[in-house]
């Protein structure tokens, strides 16, 4: 649950082993401090969808470090970054391009809107429990979900078709 989830956020097999780990980290470290308000698997989407936010945030930071440090030190003028890379083990090889269109469409959503796509649409939780994890109403989970598709569609048909 804990690294699907979060392979859904970063497309990357090794990057999402790497939050999955912070994520089983942090349940071990705050395990004392869960009331049980909810119910564990709810606190455990919360830290997973915490932890795979802080871990885009951290590498647009260094990616951008690397860009402006590029820009100052390459000799020849030219401005060196990757394409960001799409490595999701559940994508047969026919269906990547498609596939990584619209997760690339997906991570330009709003964080909220992001988090509610996902849990909807790929995590397949009722608008209850995406409400639930992420703590607000389920009026405010239904206007995100549809703010969310309809600027994934707007996104998606910039992307020219093949």
Do not use: C
Not at 10 to 22: G, L
């Amino acid at each position: 649950m804990v690294f699907n989830l979060a392979l859904h956020y970063v497309q990357n097999h090794e990057d999402a082993q790497e939050i999955t780990q912070d994520v089983f980290v942090a349940i071990h470290q705050s395990l004392g401090e869960f009331k049980g308000n909810s119910k564990i698997s709810t606190w455990i989407y919360r830290i997973t969808i915490h932890k795979s936010l802080d871990f885009i945030k951290s590498k647009q930071s260094k990616k951008r470090f690397v860009f402006l440090t590029s820009i100052f030190k390459n000799d020849s003028n030219e401005i060196l970054h990757d394409k960001p890379s799409f490595n999701h083990p559940g994508v047969i090889m026919e269906q990547k391009e498609a596939i990584e269109k619209i997760f690339l469409a997906i991570n330009q959503l709003p964080e909220n809107q992001k988090t509610a796509i996902i849990l909807s649409k790929i995590e397949n939780k009722s608008q209850n429990e995406i409400a639930e994890i992420m703590n607000l109403s389920t009026k405010a989970i239904e206007s995100l979900i549809s703010r969310g598709k309809e600027n994934l569609s707007k996104k998606l048909l910039r992307y020219p078709k093949d």
